[in-house]
């Protein structure tokens, strides 16, 4: 079980995206403006991030790049979501510090599987990120 912070400003995405990171037994944490969501990364330290990249006002690579220079938060993992997968894309994404992203409209096998895989990934000091 990961604490996941979703920054999303579109209800139906955040409830689809909350659904299937809850059913599979992950403590969702939610914003729907990036200021919120950098708060919230600050204040409960996620394991994992979701960023959607259109946001009013701050976008979501802004936030990215912030989170990232951050001492506290540049060590969680942010994944990008996105509608504007286009050549070159991927390359702003990294960029700004994302380190993956996926295309809108999502898979939500696909992004369970992903978020699942960067998890399992270990982190700075040896442990599993959920560990
Ligand atoms: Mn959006």
Same mark, same amino acid.
């Given at each position: 079980?990961?604490?996941?912070?979703?920054?999303?400003? =579109?209800?139906?995405?955040?409830? $689809?995206?909350?659904?299937?990171?809850?059913? =599979?037994?992950?403590?969702?944490?939610?914003? *729907?403006?990036?200021?919120?969501?950098?708060?919230?990364?600050?204040?409960?330290?996620?394991?994992?991030?979701?960023?959607?990249?259109? $946001?009013?006002?701050?976008?979501?690579?802004?936030?990215?790049?912030?989170?990232?220079?951050?001492?506290?938060?540049?060590?969680?993992?942010?994944?990008?979501?996105?509608?504007?997968?286009?050549?070159?894309?991927?390359?702003?994404? *990294?960029?700004?510090?994302?380190?993956?992203?996926?295309?809108?409209?999502?898979?939500?096998?696909? $992004?369970?599987?992903?978020?699942?895989?960067?998890?399992?990934?270990?982190?700075?000091?040896? *442990?599993?990120?959920?560990?």
């Amino acid at each position: 079980m990961a604490k996941i912070l979703v920054i999303e400003d =579109n209800a139906v995405n955040m409830t $689809l995206i909350s659904a299937v990171l809850g059913i =599979n037994g992950h403590v969702v944490l939610g914003a *729907r403006l990036a200021l919120d969501g950098i708060a919230l990364a600050c204040s409960e330290a996620p394991d994992l991030i979701l960023m959607d990249i259109e $946001l009013p006002g701050m976008d979501g690579l802004e936030a990215t790049a912030i989170l990232k220079g951050a001492g506290a938060t540049a060590h969680i993992p942010v994944v990008a979501l996105t509608a504007f997968a286009m050549k070159g894309d991927e390359a702003r994404f *990294r960029a700004a510090g994302c380190d993956e992203y996926m295309a809108k409209p999502y898979d939500y096998v696909e $992004l369970l599987a992903l978020v699942e895989m960067i998890l399992g990934r270990p982190s700075a000091d040896g *442990r599993a990120a959920d560990g």
